[in-house]
């Protein structure tokens, strides 16, 4: 799950959203759950050849960030089902591919074509070029399926990542008919579809043709699983790599605005003074802005001070009471102008005094925050794009640029 999925689904569950791990978002460890369940119609077919038991299967859709990306890349298995249908409770996977990755590497391939025990429609044959002549000497789900199994190993307990091409689908088919047949599994994936749309902009459409034509893949058989399976992996890899390149412009683009040394001091007090409050830190970013000004944003600007050669200044509410115990002067109007001060301060401690006002500052800002979230997908992007653009302290940074310096005057 993405760094910000974690973020994001932890502000809704905050809020109360009870459903947010049932959300595709953009951005958890894990950003969907789906477990699937058997239909009626196979309960009754199972209560008539005296089949009692069904496997439990759980399906985890995660993202690629920057905490998990080398890992990924170390090893991973690509995945593709050649279906007879779209629906996953009705319909049935008529061939199967799996292809183990390491380190950029094809190592292993399973393929097979299943027989379902069921015709394909001749829609299914037009797209797959799978017959029913060659479903008939297929081997059966009973025979393939264990064979799947041991290749997978560990993938269905979750500790290697599979990925597909529009996963979601590929997985809802593998998931139900594992289920179906009496196996357990775990499944942690990632989806080359929602990478592709996030990462690779100027395309006509993300299909997975477009992609591979993207990347100078070949397909000797497209919609042909092992092959589909093999060149998405192929797409995983190079989609980390365009990932990272635009990770390491992120970082470059917040160098850019980073506080420095002693306005570090001045967020990690701001920091420490939310946490203590036990207010979320994790959603506070920080920026020096081109006019010198460091802001503190929780999605919208909630704090702002300035360092000058005339004295370093904390711009707060007019109407706040404290302020008469401090050096002020009027703010402008880029600052707020009369609805705001500026208050001079010579040291940290001299602000603490303000930890109610500041607290108060972020928690109005926050609320609007969670109510933002709630409004889906695009919202959700939009508050990590907001993110990433901007400098973030850890509660461990922030209580180290705080000691033992506490108290020195900047």
């Excluded at 809704?12 to 759950?33: H, R």
């Excluded at 199967?96 to 015709?119: E, H, Q």
Aim: hydrophobic share 35%; proline share 2%; net charge negative.
């Amino acid at each position: 799950m993405s760094l910000f999925s974690k973020l994001i689904n932890a502000i809704l569950e905050k809020s109360g959203k009870t459903d947010c791990k049932n959300t595709s978002m953009v951005t958890p460890e894990i950003t969907a759950k789906t477990t699937d369940l058997i239909t009626t119609a196979e309960k009754q077919e199972n209560m008539i050849s005296g089949k009692t038991t069904y496997g439990s299967v759980t399906l985890w859709k995660t993202d690629v960030d920057y905490t998990n990306a080398n890992s990924i890349r170390k090893r991973f298995i690509a995945f593709d089902v050649e279906t007879t249908g779209f629906y996953c409770a009705t319909d049935r996977i008529v061939e199967v591919g799996a292809v183990v990755f390491s380190n950029g590497k094809v190592i292993d391939k399973f393929s097979s074509l299943v027989n379902p025990g069921v015709k394909i429609p001749q829609a299914a044959t037009n797209v797959n070029h799978i017959t029913n002549e060659m479903l008939a000497m297929a081997p059966s789900e009973n025979e393939v399926y264990p064979k799947l199994i041991d290749f997978l190993g560990d993938a269905l307990k979750g500790e290697t990542m599979m990925c597909a091409h529009n996963a979601t689908f590929d997985f809802k088919f593998l998931g139900h008919a594992l289920r179906r047949l009496g196996f357990d599994a775990d499944i942690l994936y990632v989806d080359t579809l929602t990478m592709s749309r996030r990462n690779l902009k100027g395309l006509e459409n993300h299909k997975q043709a477009t992609v591979e034509s993207h990347f100078g893949l070949y397909n000797p058989e497209s919609h042909r699983a092992v092959t589909d399976a093999e060149n998405c992996g192929h797409i995983l890899n190079r989609l980390i790599d365009v990932y990272q390149e635009l990770t390491e412009e992120e970082k470059q683009q917040i160098e850019k605005v980073k506080p420095v040394a002693q306005e570090s001091e001045l967020c990690a007090f701001i920091h420490k003074t939310i946490a203590d409050f036990e207010g979320d830190t994790s959603v506070i970013r920080y920026k020096r802005n081109s006019s010198g000004y460091v802001e503190a944003y929780c999605l919208n600007r909630f704090l702002r001070f300035r360092f000058t050669k005339k004295g370093n200044y904390f711009i707060v509410k007019s109407e706040v009471e404290l302020i008469d115990k401090f050096v002020t002067e009027p703010c402008n109007k880029t600052e707020g102008g009369t609805d705001f001060v500026r208050v001079y301060f010579s040291n940290l401690l001299d602000l603490e005094v303000f930890a109610k006002y500041i607290f108060d500052s972020f928690m109005e800002k926050y609320t609007s925050l969670i109510e933002y979230s709630k409004n889906g997908n695009y919202a959700q992007q939009q508050i990590e794009k907001s993110m990433r653009s901007m400098y973030a302290l850890t509660d461990e940074v922030a209580y180290s640029l705080l000691t033992p310096d506490f108290e020195r005057v900047n």
